[in-house]
């Protein structure tokens, strides 16, 4: 039982990182309809770019994030301009396309610098004993982290004239431009929100876990489970999913081995999509 409880807190300090990644795949949905497929080679640009600040500037991982953070957002209104701003009102398969190519470019540029060789981000924060339970300090400051970050968001969101815009062009960007809304620079924005919440992610979990080019994928996938449990277009729906998958990959691995967590995440993805497709907390613009 120790053991067991010993996973399920660790799965949730991972659940909170998890939620943090899908919230940037749901606001973007939420907001413009959009899919980005882009998604887990921005979480591995995350993760590469707090390992080049840390290894090559030795600027302190966490102070890192910031700086992530920064260039995330930045990032992610440059691909919105470039790449979905032309294809925003076409058919949904003109932007997956968008979203598809920024993925292989990505990929490549990456592969081509980085190569496939995995990295890591030689930090530690130690550890902290709670009887049984051991926690990682990565761990426990990422979660702490991601709270704040979604603080932050939902602030921004419901607080600030920018964030009452994002929400009006999510209900009806037609009537938001007819009030005076400028519909194209807050969907860049909201598009670079998103990016800036991968990114984010990818930083975070790169101070716990080994990484390459190729590793976002993993998280992309975590990530379309997430919004579908916590509901697309619902980014606070997308912590309380993470929190769940956290669990869930918390729990599993004492009972079967760890082979089968993609297994029944993915049983559990359909499931929610037959039967409540809104997802547990429901759809939200």
Do not use: C
């Not at 882009?38 to 290894?55: K, Q, R, S």
């Not at 062009?169 to 598009?191: C, Q, Y």
């Not at 277009?233 to 956290?246: H, K, Q, R, V, Y």
């Amino acid at each position: 039982m120790d053991f067991l409880f010993a996973s399920i807190i660790d799965g949730l300090l991972l659940g909170f990182v998890y939620g943090i990644a899908a919230m940037g795949l749901t606001l973007i949905w939420g907001v413009m309809n959009v899919i980005n497929l882009a998604h887990g080679p921005i979480i591995a640009l995350g993760m590469f770019g707090v390992y080049l600040i840390f290894t090559g500037l030795g600027v302190n991982p966490y102070i890192g994030v910031v700086l992530v953070a920064v260039l995330g957002l930045l990032l992610g209104m440059l691909i919105y301009y470039i790449a979905v701003h032309r294809v925003i009102n076409a058919p949904h398969l003109s932007t997956l396309l968008a979203t598809f190519s920024i993925n292989m470019i990505i990929i490549g540029l990456g592969t081509a610098v980085f190569s496939a060789s995995p990295r890591n981000v030689d930090f530690s924060l130690g550890s902290m004993t709670l009887g049984p339970i051991t926690l990682l300090g990565s761990r426990v400051v990422a979660a702490v982290a991601s709270l704040l970050i979604t603080g932050g968001l939902y602030a921004f969101l419901y607080k600030t004239r920018q964030g009452r815009y994002i929400r009006a062009v999510a209900n009806n960007r037609d009537a938001a431009e007819l009030m005076g809304v400028p519909s194209t620079k807050i969907l860049a924005l909201s598009f670079g929100l998103g990016t800036m919440l991968a990114s984010v992610a990818g930083a975070l979990i790169a101070t716990f876990f080994p990484f390459t080019i190729l590793a976002g994928g993993v998280y992309e996938l975590k990530s379309f489970v997430i919004g579908v449990l916590g509901g697309l277009g619902n980014p606070i729906g997308a912590l309380f999913g993470g929190l769940i998958l956290g669990v869930l990959e918390g729990i599993i691995p004492t009972f079967m081995p760890t082979t089968w967590v993609p297994v029944l995440e993915f049983v559990l993805f359909v499931l929610i999509l037959l039967v409540r497709p809104q997802g547990i907390f429901g759809a939200k613009k």
